[in-house]
């Protein structure tokens, strides 16, 4: 009998074998850098959920949650990796009072059947992340990973008011609540954001909503060098209009868009010149405001001297917008080798940007940066192969950009890389300040150590 096997029998006395999967193609769908769980367990239930990790701690096996595993690769591979957790069956809505803006949503709900639930209320939760199409709720929050609506709405923090979760001793556990006046208390809930599942399973969140705007737009405007885009990106900051989201695009990375585009949207497409450095906009409100934004968008392009500028249509919007949500997943596949940071700096100043391109130049590799909203930077390496000379250019690179993050006060995060790049350098850069805190949380949720060990910052 296979070690696999085995171990789903032993699962079975607890939930069932209906509940348990351990077919070598089915497990493979769930590795992580190459690691395969023992087993897949799909609890129907927050209490099936609880099960498993009172069973996993008196077995002492190490458990993954999981959803649509779109974003699996992220993190440091599992030191220890026997079951997961596939959280997809828990996907109910508990609670949603449109009058009172909250909502009450299961970990397994997937992000785009929730926005149609919402919208028959005209309301919406602001979590456009990549992967959208199949994302669960827990695992867009588990993950961390950047919205693009972050300019207007804010980051989950800002609109998760509560949460329900298994933590490490087995226990069913809340914090928050369902209403934005909430107990009085530490928001530990926010704490399970960004955490890479390695503090609790995540069974229920709750949420503040909004109400879905009338209408959208979008401007997009490109000049000639990378001055010319920041200068206009300032002034559109200093001007006070409103804006949804706010995306400036190197040459490259118009290059590498302008190819996603050219799937769904080959007229647009064309009119992106990858020469250029481009700056998008978009914003939303009512029919009036609207196209009077865009007009004030148009005229600060042409004060810019901007090479070409535009006001979308509806359609050019959307596309352009929707291939920009989901630049995190296709620049992860955009070359044979990648390495595709997230960089957070106090400011996006136009020398940081060219000491970052300066790196893939020096290194022979492409390099295409995204400048996202609260100086965010997506900056990916792209390399034509994985020879080992390739991999020691990639990881001389990789150094430099954690050396330059540091150097500018903010901090870099390696989000993709090959598993042989993974192998030779830190994810999560240099050692941070803050270990010893983390580590204390990491206890005192997970004292027995189950939930996803070693994929967090210094191996937690």
């Avoid at 240099?430 to 189950?450: E, T, Y």
């Amino acid at each position: 009998m296979t070690a696999s096997a085995n171990l789903a029998m032993r699962l079975e006395s607890v939930l069932g074998a209906h509940r348990i999967i351990a077919a070598e193609t089915e497990l493979r769908e769930y590795a992580i850098d190459g690691m395969v769980p023992g087993a897949i367990v799909r609890p129907a239930s927050a209490q099936e959920a609880a099960e498993v990790a009172r069973f996993a701690i008196t077995e002492k096996l190490a458990v993954v949650a999981t959803g649509s595993r779109s974003k699996l690769d992220l993190g440091l591979p599992p030191a220890r990796y026997d079951l997961a957790l596939d959280m997809t069956a828990v996907h109910d809505i508990a609670h949603f009072d449109p009058a009172d803006l909250t909502l009450s949503v299961d970990a397994g709900m997937p992000l785009r059947q929730l926005a149609k639930v919402l919208a028959e209320k005209r309301q919406f939760l602001p979590l456009a992340v990549p992967c959208y199409e199949t994302s669960t709720v827990a695992g867009a929050l588990a993950s961390g990973i950047d919205s693009t609506l972050r300019k207007q709405y804010g980051t989950a923090r800002d609109f998760l008011i509560g949460a329900e979760f298994v933590d490490g001793k087995g226990a069913l556990c809340k914090s928050g609540g369902r209403v934005v006046k909430n107990v009085t208390g530490y928001d530990l809930h926010k704490l399970l954001i960004g955490s890479l599942g390695t503090l609790a399973v995540i069974t229920r969140l709750n949420f503040r909503t909004f109400t879905l705007p009338q209408t959208h737009g979008g401007h997009l405007a490109c000049f000639s060098n990378l001055e010319g885009a920041s200068a206009y990106r300032d002034a559109i900051e200093k001007s006070g209009l409103p804006l949804a989201n706010l995306e400036t695009l190197s040459p490259e990375m118009v290059a590498l868009t302008a190819s996603v585009l050219s799937e769904t949207n080959a007229g647009f497409a064309g009119r992106l010149d990858p020469s250029k450095w481009c700056v998008y906009a978009s914003f939303e409100g009512n029919e009036a405001v609207v196209p009077r934004i865009a007009r004030d968008f148009q005229k600060l392009a042409n004060e810019a001297a901007a090479a070409d500028s535009e006001i979308l249509d509806a359609a050019s919007d959307a596309h352009l917008g929707g291939v920009l949500r989901e630049a995190f997943d296709w620049l992860r596949w955009a070359s044979p080798s990648v390495a595709l940071f997230r960089i957070a700096l106090p400011q996006s100043k136009p020398g940081d940007l060219a000491d970052l391109l300066c790196v893939a130049q020096e290194s022979v590799l492409r390099g295409a940066l995204l400048v996202r909203a609260a100086a965010i930077i997506y900056f990916a390496l792209l390399a034509e192969n994985e020879d080992e000379s390739t991999l020691r250019a990639l990881e001389n690179a990789v150094t430099r950009v954690f050396s330059l993050a540091a150097a500018g006060q903010g901090h870099a995060t390696l989000l993709h890389a090959p598993s042989k790049l993974k192998s030779r350098v830190n994810v999560w850069g240099p050692k941070r300040a803050d270990l010893g805190m983390m580590q204390r949380v990491k206890h005192s949720f997970d004292p027995h150590n189950i939930f996803a060990p070693g994929r967090f910052v210094g191996g937690i």
